[in-house]
Antibody, heavy 119, light 110 residues
Framework: QVQLVQSGAEVKKPGASVKVSCKAS????????MHWVRQAPGQGLEWMGIINPSGGSTSYAQKFQGRVTMTRDTSTSTVYMELSSLRSEDTAVYYCAKVRPRNDAFDIWGQGTMVTVSS | QSVLTQPPSVSAAPGQKVTISCSGS????????VSWYQQFPGTAPKLLIY???KRPSGIPDRFSGSKSGTSATLGITGLQTGDEADYYC???????????FGGGTKLTVL
């Protein structure tokens, strides 16, 4: 079945970087864009950006530009999201989410990766 | 402050119907498809509605979506205690070139 499996929880110090992985299975990895969405504790969903697994092109939310990098490895059907210069406000659950064929909704979500930023 | 506006909470009795509104503008809801997601505590969101009013396979027809102008609505009939969750609307914003979400609505089934 189609699924996205993310890497485990991380604890980082302020100023550090974190790299979260999302391994896809059950479908053609390069056929569907992948997005990253985060959710701070008790808060709503916040879109971070998108990557085209086929060519690797990316587009990031303005809020994260300069701090986020999304990459992919087609040999392992995995996308990565790296966030740098971490601050306490980055403490959140980070989700990868696959889009539907018409790019109009997220039909499959990863289980989420908790990233805690604390000194 | 979310780009899309949802009520923070709604409530209704089991068996009743509830609607959740999602208000935006011409740059988002007005010219793009709306989707709805259900999220239980500690779990990932789940797609409920796409393209304003379509249900993925496996989603019961108790869930419905509609859109008019710059607003969208999620309807849930025959409420069950198992429907208690947070609900989010989402769409593309052409001005921001970004996906935007509502702040979420907590549904309580009394």
């Amino acid at each position: 079945q189609v699924q996205l499996v993310q890497s485990g929880a991380e604890v980082k110090k302020p100023g550090a970087s974190v790299k979260v992985s999302c391994k896809a299975s059950g479908y053609t990895f390069t056929s569907y864009y992948m997005h990253w969405v985060r959710q701070a504790p008790g808060q709503g969903l916040e879109w971070m950006g998108i990557i085209n697994p086929s060519g690797g092109s990316t587009s990031y939310a303005q809020k994260f530009q300069g701090r986020v990098t999304m990459t992919r490895d087609t040999s392992t059907s995995t996308v990565y999201m790296e966030l740098s210069s971490l601050r306490s406000e980055d403490t959140a659950v980070y989700y990868c989410a696959k889009v539907r064929p018409r790019n109009d909704a997220f039909d499959i979500w990863g289980q989420g990766t908790m990233v805690t930023v604390s000194s | 402050q979310s780009v899309l506006t949802q009520p923070p909470s709604v409530s209704a009795a089991p068996g009743q119907k509830v609607t959740i509104s999602c208000s935006g503008s011409s740059s988002n809801i007005g010219n793009n498809y709306v989707s709805w997601y259900q999220q239980f505590p500690g779990t990932a969101p789940k797609l409920l509605i796409y393209e304003n009013n379509k249900r993925p396979s496996g989603i019961p027809d108790r869930f419905s979506g509609s859109k008019s102008g710059t607003s969208a609505t999620l309807g849930i009939t025959g409420l069950q205690t198992g429907d208690e969750a947070d609900y989010y609307c989402g769409t593309w914003d052409s001005s921001l070139s970004a996906v935007v979400f509502g702040g979420g609505t907590k549904l309580t089934v009394l």
